[in-house]
């Protein structure tokens, strides 16, 4: 299927592992043009090597900084004052008990989790309207609706960016501008994958067992009894980037393998 996406330009922030390098490779795939984004240059430049190796016609531009900083949405805004596509893919995550959870640490990933997407937005927003075209898209997670009792902090985070998509969408009525946020479950990325193989070594058991009980005990909810890869993630992001997407619109799009009970 052709998406429709040569010549757009997409911002992914955090797209040099995970979900957000999947996002990036998907959307330079289809003929975008793709900021990648990381916090050193030699992590962005990896990410551009890689990406080119299966596709060597890729159009990729280079944007190392730390959009946890107000002063990094400043220096994006100058070097690129208009794109198509705001992916607001940025996130960490921490595992703590809420009585351990200080206030900076509240801070600080309210932060990287969601002030880095309201300040984007509030650069790009406008100027697509203007343009009479874009697509704003925030990364956020089953967490957002199934709270994590293991990091409360994050799973906060995650349900602002979903209330932060529905009100932005509510002043794009009547234009081609879209803002949605996608709800991604349980995935297969770097550090899960580091988890597990970590987790197999000290209990002497396989990765493949250390999965099958995660989803067993920790989210037996799932229908896919397994972790998504960043891939299938972002094969549904690269769709809600595209045009063929207009009618989609508000929406908090799930792509969690079943964890959440729910018909809507």
Not at 67 to 75: K, L, P
Not at 81 to 110: A, C, H, M
Not at 226 to 255: C, H, Q, Y
């Amino acid at each position: 299927m052709n998406l429709k996406l040569e010549n757009k330009t997409a911002l992914v922030t955090g797209s040099t592992a995970g979900i957000g390098f999947a996002i990036a490779r998907s959307l330079a795939a289809e003929g975008a043009r793709v900021i990648i984004n990381g916090r050193s240059e030699a992590r962005v430049s990896e990410s551009i090597a890689s990406i080119r190796q299966s596709h060597p016609n890729a159009k990729l531009e280079l944007f190392a900084a730390n959009f946890t900083s107000a002063e990094a949405v400043v220096e994006a805004a100058r070097q690129f004052p208009s794109i198509d596509i705001l992916i607001n893919n940025l996130g960490v995550y921490e595992v703590k008990s809420f009585e351990q959870i200080t206030d900076e640490n509240w801070r600080g990933i309210i932060e990287t989790n969601f002030m880095s997407g309201v300040r984007l937005s509030r650069h790009y927003l406008p100027r697509m309207k203007a343009a009479k075209w874009g697509r704003i898209v925030f990364i956020s997670s089953e967490s957002a609706i199934n709270i994590p009792v293991e990091m409360i902090h994050y799973g906060v985070t995650k349900t602002m960016q979903v209330a932060l998509a529905r009100g932005l969408a509510e002043t794009t009525a009547g234009t081609a501008v879209t803002v949605n946020s996608v709800l991604a479950g349980p995935t297969r990325s770097e550090g899960v994958e580091k988890f597990l193989t970590e987790m197999a070594r000290t209990r002497n058991i396989t990765p493949g067992e250390i999965e099958q009980e995660f989803f067993r005990t920790a989210r037996p909810s799932s229908l896919l009894q397994r972790f998504a890869t960043a891939d299938e993630v972002a094969a549904l992001v690269t769709f809600v980037a595209s045009p063929l997407s207009s009618a989609i619109n508000g929406a908090a799009l799930r792509v969690e393998g079943g964890v959440v009970r729910s018909i809507s």
